[in-house]
């Protein structure tokens, strides 16, 4: 009897799971005000799991620059996939549209100075408005996404992730707000963005985000992942044979030599992660600078991030 009792019980849990999954992800759609940003709301669509409407967990919660990409990296395809395989645990990703004028509000800011770190470029200014975005990312979306919707209200339970430029956003928020992310993703991340570049031994030596690190205090800070394209460029303006991308990612997590020979801190020197792993590179075998190979590392990092899941009873 006793064995009929658990036998049925465990059928009803498997069910249950099963009627989860069949419910889909729902996705949600608030047009979130960003004055300052941008003279209409920007859309931040909400990707809940299958079960959030029939429980009454909490979920960890993935934030995603470039949010009008979504369909283009095949976010909830992905999710429903890995999902499906108890690949990862489920979560909530709030997938936030890149603001108008995105070379202006992704970039770096300098958070104990309360301004932007703007960089000049062939193609204009980056970063001019990164404050402002990030305090509202911080200040204005975080909290209102903790008071609609269920999350872990922790810094365990907030991740960021980004790609080019809303790469380099995403590493400079998770990184000076290490109290709120535990984790951030970066692909293909614009880590050559210099103060001088007028040449090459310049851009080496003004690299901002590299400056950014070396003058950051030890501390606490989130788990990174970095995920890079082998066939993402040509450049390689130190002549080694390897791509620029490449190199300034591992000279962040590594530390470097400036040309004057003083050594720089990377990452590996200033925190690490709650598991002991600062950070983790990640090269995709001929990825490239778009969005196919964004959609090729998601997987990847969503196991990083997200692995070990709750199973079904039995499983």
């Known amino acids: 009897m006793v064995d009929s009792v658990r036998f049925i019980a465990g059928l009803c849990l498997l069910f249950a799971c099963a009627f989860a999954q069949a419910q ?26 299958p079960d959030y409407g029939s429980t009454q967990a909490r979920y960890d919660t993935l934030y995603v620059n ?18 499906a395989r108890y690949e990862i ?36 200014v980056v ?24 999350t872990v209200a922790s810094t365990e339970g907030r991740a960021i992730l980004g790609w080019s430029l809303g790469a380099l956003s995403a590493f400079g928020i998770g990184w000076q707000s290490a109290e709120m992310f535990g984790d951030v993703g970066a692909f ?27 003058s950051s205090p030890p501390m606490s800070r989130p788990r990174l992942f970095f995920g890079i394209g082998t066939k993402e460029e040509t450049d390689d ?18 530390g470097w030599k400036a040309p004057d020979g003083t050594a720089r801190k990377g990452v590996r020197e200033l925190g690490q992660g709650a598991s002991g792993d600062a950070a983790t590179l990640f090269l995709l075998a001929g990825g490239r600078h778009d969005q196919p190979s964004w959609a090729r590392m998601l997987p990847v990092f969503l196991r990083w991030a997200y692995g070990a899941s709750d199973k079904p009873p039995g499983s």
């Not at 470039?66 to 999902?83: C, I, K, N, S």
């Open 127 to 150: 970063g001019a408005h990164a404050q402002l975005y990030a305090r509202w990312l911080t200040h204005d979306l975080v909290p209102t996404i903790d008071t609609r919707y269920r």
């Open 188 to 214: 293909s991340p614009s880590f050559w963005l210099s103060a001088d570049n007028t040449n090459a031994d310049a851009v080496q030596a003004t690299r901002v985000v590299h400056a950014l690190v070396d």
């Open 66 to 83: 470039d949010g009008q990409d979504m369909e283009a990296v095949g976010m909830q395809a992905t999710l429903e996939r890995l999902y």
């Open 24 to 49: 889909g992800i729902r996705v949600d759609t608030l047009e979130q005000a960003a004055p300052g940003l941008s003279d209409k709301p920007i859309r931040v669509r909400i990707y809940l799991p």
């Open 237 to 254: 303006r130190d002549g080694d044979g390897i791509i620029d991308v490449i190199d300034d990612t591992r000279e962040l997590i590594d």
């Open 89 to 124: 645990r489920r979560i909530i990703v709030v997938a936030i549209d890149m603001p108008p004028d995105r070379m202006a509000g992704y970039g770096l800011f300098d958070r104990a100075k309360g301004e932007a770190i703007a960089a000049s470029t062939k193609y204009g």
